[in-house]
């Protein structure tokens, strides 16, 4: 196992309970970002576009602490899970067991494995990774996981960090790109994202109108102002965190033997990045409010995320 791998594996098998709470805020209070709760609504949407009315069979590859899972599972789909973070592993476990008593396969159901080369029995519909390639020294070995196991025509969705985003960000990223003198590149990229996006420019005023709907509606106790929550979690100096453009992600599908369908932005920023710590409720309540957005090209240049949407090209 490589240092990053090992470094990133420690990290989320140390900090398991906090990291959960940290990315699905069950108390709904928007102190963070609730990540969880963003992801599994595009996850959710795309499954309806992909597979109508099926209950499919779909690996959570770096599952966690399985809140994904859990809600896709009581909705009807058959999810198993693999991480290589034992304690993110026994969580899963504990909850599947406590929402669905009396199965009793949750160790076959979410299994401890290497995230880049894992072997489940059978063959699944979809398969979705969310968190993960970020922490991953290279595409194609998560990639070619996921294809191997789903059948031709399924769906593959991984969730990318948003390098577009650092052209327009205004802060430490934004920086970095200029003095690597990639500033240019990603504006060049910027031009072309309209093909990457399920829903076409012309389409933008109505997703406002809906935007604008959702903030009419926010809670009152977002407009206070707050201090971030700091739940203490410590990142070693030394773990990378990859960024990608969709660009990027269409061609390394393509070696991998799948066909990128589109992308979906989310955590979408509608104010600079250098007010969240002032203001990180209605910061964050905003952000989902604006998520109406993150199907549009506009996306590109609001969301730090997407979700990679590709299917396995048939034979």
Same mark, same amino acid.
């Given at each position: 196992?490589?240092?990053?791998?090992?470094?990133?594996?420690?990290?989320?098998?140390?900090?398991?309970?906090?990291?959960?709470?940290?990315?699905?805020?069950?108390?709904?209070?928007?102190?963070?970002?609730?990540?969880?709760?963003?992801?599994?609504?595009?996850?959710?949407?795309?499954?309806?576009?992909?597979?109508?009315?099926?209950?499919?069979?779909?690996?959570?590859?770096?599952?966690?602490?399985?809140?994904?899972?859990?809600?896709?599972?009581?909705?009807?789909?058959?999810?198993?899970?693999?991480?290589?973070?034992?304690?993110?592993?026994?969580?899963?476990?504990?909850?599947?067991?406590?929402?669905?008593?009396?199965?009793?396969?949750? #160790? !076959?159901?979410?299994?401890?494995? @290497? /995230?880049?080369? *894992?072997?489940?029995?059978?063959?699944? +519909?979809?398969?979705?990774? &969310?968190?993960?390639?970020?922490?991953?020294?290279?595409?194609?070995?998560?990639?070619?996981?996921?294809?191997?196991?789903?059948?031709?025509?399924?769906?593959?969705?991984?969730?990318?960090?948003?390098?577009?985003?650092?052209?327009?960000?205004?802060?430490?990223?934004?920086?970095?790109?200029?003095?690597?003198?990639?500033?240019? #590149? !990603?504006?060049?990229?910027?031009? @072309? /994202?309209?093909? *990457?996006?399920?829903?076409?420019?012309? +389409?933008?005023?109505?997703? &406002?109108?809906?935007?604008?709907?959702?903030?009419?509606?926010?809670?009152?106790?977002?407009?206070?102002?707050?201090?971030?929550?700091?739940?203490?979690?410590?990142?070693?100096?030394?773990?990378?965190?990859?960024?990608?453009?969709?660009?990027?992600?269409?061609?390394?599908?393509?070696?991998?033997?799948?066909?990128?369908?589109?992308?979906?932005?989310?955590?979408?920023?509608?104010?600079?990045?250098?007010?969240?710590?002032?203001?990180?409720?209605?910061?964050?309540?905003?952000?989902?409010?604006?998520?109406?957005?993150?199907?549009?090209?506009?996306?590109?240049?609001?969301?730090?995320?997407?979700?990679?949407?590709?299917?396995?090209?048939?034979?």
């Amino acid at each position: 196992m490589s240092r990053q791998k090992e470094l990133v594996r420690e990290l989320f098998d140390r900090e398991a309970s906090k990291w959960t709470d940290w990315a699905y805020d069950p108390d709904e209070s928007f102190d963070i970002y609730p990540t969880g709760k963003a992801r599994l609504a595009v996850i959710r949407r795309e499954l309806e576009r992909f597979m109508p009315d099926k209950k499919a069979r779909l690996i959570d590859a770096g599952c966690g602490g399985g809140d994904i899972a859990m809600a896709l599972e009581g909705e009807g789909h058959s999810v198993h899970g693999v991480d290589f973070a034992p304690s993110m592993i026994q969580i899963c476990r504990d909850r599947y067991e406590a929402a669905f008593p009396g199965r009793g396969d949750a #160790a !076959l159901r979410f299994q401890v494995a @290497d /995230v880049e080369d *894992f072997a489940l029995r059978g063959e699944f +519909d979809g398969a979705y990774a &969310v968190g993960l390639l970020e922490y991953l020294e290279s595409d194609q070995p998560l990639l070619g996981a996921l294809c191997r196991h789903v059948a031709p025509g399924g769906v593959v969705m991984v969730e990318c960090r948003n390098r577009l985003f650092n052209a327009l960000s205004g802060n430490a990223f934004t920086l970095a790109e200029a003095r690597s003198d990639h500033l240019g #590149a !990603l504006a060049a990229e910027l031009d @072309d /994202v309209a093909r *990457f996006s399920p829903v076409q420019a012309a +389409d933008i005023p109505s997703r &406002v109108v809906e935007m604008g709907e959702r903030i009419a509606k926010l809670p009152s106790f977002a407009t206070l102002r707050d201090v971030p929550r700091d739940l203490g979690i410590q990142f070693h100096a030394d773990i990378a965190r990859r960024m990608f453009t969709p660009a990027q992600i269409e061609r390394e599908a393509a070696q991998a033997g799948l066909r990128l369908r589109h992308v979906i932005y989310y955590h979408l920023h509608l104010l600079s990045p250098r007010l969240e710590a002032s203001l990180p409720r209605f910061f964050n309540a905003l952000a989902m409010a604006a998520q109406p957005l993150g199907e549009t090209p506009a996306g590109a240049f609001l969301g730090t995320c997407f979700l990679a949407v590709m299917e396995k090209v048939r034979p």
